[in-house]
């Protein structure tokens, strides 16, 4: 069902919501031990992601504006398990400053990841709107890891994406890692799990990859050094206009961190029109204030 236009809403102040970042980024920092020291990062830029990439452009339902990852069917959407555990960390941030809306909530503490694990700068906008629960969008929505570059090329443009913008943002697997228990996949991309980098694309071109099945019964890639890569990852290499750019993002941290920034700020506002009231909001990230 259409949605209509979505019109961002917002009454409060950049510094409120600067509050909001630094409350997110102390619990980060405090809760360090979750999945073996890795720490909250990657599973909130997951959910981040997850809450935007429903997104259908050609009746504008989905994407981060409503919060409906709150409710019950998009929570227990298979493709979104393990992501409760990131729901669960924002409960008490949700609690300290109930005037937020969920879909704030959620790409803020995408973007508090992203920046306090020292990735680009990431610009802001407030305003998202709880939806009620029928414009929950269907399962189904989130992309297969098993796809080809053709999969993956084809599942993005049902958001707008281009070639660049989607190397980039799959640029963010050099985070967190894979776990049977909500992928059948497992094992992480890198050796620098929680530090944003481009060594995901370093891997990708650089490790002996082998195609294996692994113990859930899925085919991955495996390095010799723990490293792992899935269908969809390695469709960057397989594809020559996806490698030209991995190798570009490769040899040059800033371009990938530049387009990083831009396509993941596209990605937490697709559909959403903010009015010129509403100011962008680039955060101070914690080390910046002390
Ligand atoms: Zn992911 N991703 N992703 N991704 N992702 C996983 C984990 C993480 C795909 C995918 O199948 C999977 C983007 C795009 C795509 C992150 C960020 C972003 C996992 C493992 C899978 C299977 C989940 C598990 O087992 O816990 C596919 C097919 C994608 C596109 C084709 C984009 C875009 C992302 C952000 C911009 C992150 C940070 C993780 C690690 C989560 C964690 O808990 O460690």
Redesign the pocket.
């Known amino acids: 069902a259409g949605t209509g236009l979505h019109i961002a809403e917002c009454q409060k102040k950049p510094e409120d919501y600067q509050k909001v970042y630094n409350a997110i980024a102390t619990k980060l920092r405090d809760e360090d031990e979750y999945?073996n020291y890795?720490g909250y990062?990657?599973?909130l830029?997951?959910l981040?992601?997850h809450v935007s990439?429903t997104f259908e452009k050609k009746d504008n339902s989905g994407g981060s504006f409503g919060g409906t990852y709150r409710f019950k069917k998009e929570m227990e959407d298979p493709?979104n398990?393990?992501?409760q555990?990131?729901f669960k960390f924002l409960s008490s941030i949700q609690e300290q400053f109930p005037w937020i809306s969920h879909g704030d909530l959620y790409t803020l503490a995408?973007v508090t990841a992203i920046q306090e694990m020292q990735g680009p700068k990431i610009p802001w906008r407030a305003g998202r709107v709880d939806q009620t629960e029928d414009l929950t969008p269907d399962n189904g929505r989130?992309?297969?890891?098993?796809?080809d570059a053709t999969y993956?090329r084809n599942?993005?443009k049902r958001m707008n994406f281009e070639d660049r913008e989607?190397v980039a943002?799959?640029?963010?697997?050099s985070?967190?890692?894979?776990?049977?228990?909500?992928?059948?996949?497992?094992g992480?991309w890198g050796a620098a799990?929680n530090v944003f980098s481009n060594e995901y694309f370093n891997n990708l071109i650089n490790e002996k990859w082998e195609f294996v099945k692994n113990e859930a019964g899925n085919m991955q890639y495996n390095s010799d050094k723990g490293f792992m890569m899935?269908p969809?990852?390695m469709?960057l290499v397989q594809d020559p206009k996806y490698l030209k750019i991995v190798k570009e993002f490769a040899k040059d941290q800033d371009a990938f961190f530049n387009e990083?920034g831009k396509?993941?700020t596209k990605?937490i506002e697709n559909g959403i029109e903010f009015p010129k009231n509403i100011k962008t909001t680039v955060f101070k990230t914690l080390d910046e204030q002390e």
């Open positions: 999945d890795i990062g990657p599973v830029l997951r981040a992601w990439g493709s398990k393990g992501l555990n990131g995408g989130l992309p297969d890891a098993k796809g993956v599942f993005y989607v943002l799959l640029g963010a697997h985070l967190g890692k894979t776990h049977y228990e909500n992928s059948g996949f497992e992480p799990t899935l969809a990852d469709a990083f396509a993941f990605l």
